[in-house]
T-cell receptor
Framework: AQSVTQPDIHITVSEGASLELRCNYSYGATPYLFWYVQSPGQGLQLLLKYFSGDTLVQGIKGFEAEFKRSQSSFNLRKPSVHWSDAAEYFCAVLWRGGSGGSYIPTFGRGTSLIVHP | DAGVTQSPTHLIKTRGQQVTLRCSPKSGHDTVSWYQQALGQGPQFIFQYYEEEERQRGNFPDRFSGHQFPNYSSELNVNALLLGDSALYLC???????????FGPGTRLTVL
């Protein structure tokens, strides 16, 4: 079955430090890839997405992600973290496998980012 | 431009009862997807509605059903509630069905 793995449940960084959140997927082809952020009690906000083309994707709030086909990974990065970045981050894939060739969304379990002042 | 809206915000039910959650998509979107997010977990796909029909379904029992109206708004119905149905229920809309999904704030359902 297709799956999305976020190996880090929690990540703690100091404000101003760089950040990398890991995401690996299991799928026979290249899916559509997404990163979302969720603040406490809120819905999910799209940070960035990859469909095709340049494997380095720029998103909102200074985030970027790099798709590496050979590693089946789509890691999220930010060069300098701000205290307001503390939130839950979810990696998601949209893979083709439903009836009629439609697309099915699958989310990872999330990584909680804690930012120390 | 209003984003995705959901109602109610919070809901408390008892085991065995039935519940209906509502979602209005972002303007211009015609596809609505529903997700269940248990505490500490990622969203789990329940189903997707497009052109008033259920197009895709995740691994959820038939107790979970839905509907989409001509104005693209949608309802999620859950029958015979179980304690394990307690979760945040998220609605997302998109155009087209494979387009980027925009999420609402969710409905927090507590089953006692």
């Amino acid at each position: 079955a297709q799956s999305v793995t976020q190996p880090d449940i929690h990540i703690t960084v100091s404000e101003g430090a760089s950040l990398e959140l890991r995401c690996n997927y299991s799928y026979g082809a290249t899916p559509y890839l997404f990163w979302y952020v969720q603040s406490p009690g809120q819905g999910l906000q799209l940070l960035l997405k990859y469909f095709s083309g340049d494997t380095l994707v720029q998103g909102i709030k200074g985030f970027e992600a790099e798709f590496k086909r050979s590693q089946s990974s789509f890691n999220l990065r930010k060069p300098s973290v701000h205290w307001s970045d503390a939130a839950e981050y979810f990696c998601a894939v949209l893979w083709r496998g439903g009836s009629g060739g439609s697309y099915i969304p699958t989310f990872g379990r999330g990584t909680s980012l804690i930012v120390h002042p | 431009d209003a984003g995705v809206t959901q109602s109610p915000t919070h809901l408390i039910k008892t085991r065995g009862q039935q519940v209906t959650l509502r979602c209005s998509p972002k303007s211009g979107h015609d596809t609505v997807s529903w997700y269940q997010q248990a505490l500490g977990q990622g969203p789990q796909f329940i189903f997707q509605y497009y052109e008033e029909e259920e197009r895709q379904r995740g691994n959820f029992p038939d107790r979970f059903s839905g509907h989409q109206f001509p104005n693209y708004s949608s309802e999620l119905n859950v029958n015979a509630l179980l304690l394990g149905d307690s979760a945040l229920y998220l609605c997302a809309s998109s155009y087209p069905p494979t387009g980027t999904q925009y999420f609402g704030p969710g409905t927090r359902l507590t089953v006692l």
